[in-house]
């Protein structure tokens, strides 16, 4: 009761017998016995309390089993939570943890919350020293702790398809003998929607690397490439023209608007390799084309006439600059452009 509630109770009472001083002892009683109440809560299980603690978070270490690609985040993908924990001024939620040994210098490894050491690690290292790591440790087993973490981010945006799929892959080998229905049973899911992540998980090296980043790659993506990844003829026209697109993006980076610089068109470009349509990439005007260097003002100029094609390259076009524009140029004519 609060003190104001208190004082009510008191007044109510204050006219009912002969003896108040019997209602204040009683009071006192009434809290001692609901704090005996609480203890006894607490023994029986019934209430649970963590013991949660503020440290570097250079004495922690990620899981090798943590869901999450830790060395894709960043500055740019961590901002929200950065900016968070600067305006409250500190890190609200804590991460979940367990204790290890035999590293020198790390005491945890991290079961949820890489987002988390990212950014007060980020923090510590950008003039704000003063931040530390929250954590609550707990013991767990392997499997309980991949258990956690599933559940803590499966509905978290910022978790990708390609990253939980490939976790669920590794999982379902080193938790419950390969056994997707097991699986399914102990992760609360139902079996098609779990296949359909370990579909994704098994998808040629090829076929991710088209992608501009492996966390563009969906789930609903697996599901379109699947009928033309069934037959050998289909799948190596797909897997090919995979290559060629990361051969492209490799040369001439994410370019607005060319296929291999969205993860929807790389999709519908390798659908259409498998059902042996021509790509839609449009063609270069007769005329010739002009290749601009990324970042660059750098360029060779193209132009075409029935019997031979002329390059244009200034003089002073540096070195990495003149091979980044060769390599678009020669992957132009592979395609027959």
Known sequence: ??????????A????IGDEPRTAKKDRGAGRFLKRGNVIGDKLSGEIDEKTLQWVD??????WERHNRIYELL???NCADLIEGIQQQGRQEFPAIVRRVEGSEGIEFEVICGARRHFAISWLRANSFPQYKYLIEVRDMTDEEAFRLADVENRDRADISDFE??????A???LYYGGKQKTMAQRLQVSEGWLSRYLFLAKLPAEIVDAFPSPNDLKELHARALKPVLAHPKTREAVIARAVWLCDMRMATGLSAGEPWSDAAKVVEDLKRAGQGQPSKRK???????TYTAPGSDHQIKRKDSSRQIVLEISKDTPAEDL???LDKFVLDRSEGL
Not at 57 to 62: F, I, N, T
Not at 283 to 289: D, E, M, N, V
């Open 57 to 62: 978070p250079a004495r922690c270490k990620m």
């Open 283 to 289: 063609l270069k005007p007769a005329a010739g084309h």
């Open 12 to 15: 109510v009472l204050s006219g």
């Open 74 to 76: 960043n500055e740019e």
């Open 164 to 169: 939980r799929a490939t976790d669920y892959a």
């Open 323 to 325: 091979r980044i524009l």
């Open 171 to 173: 999982a379902v080998k």
């Open 1 to 10: 009761m609060t003190k104001k509630h208190d004082e009510i109770f008191d």
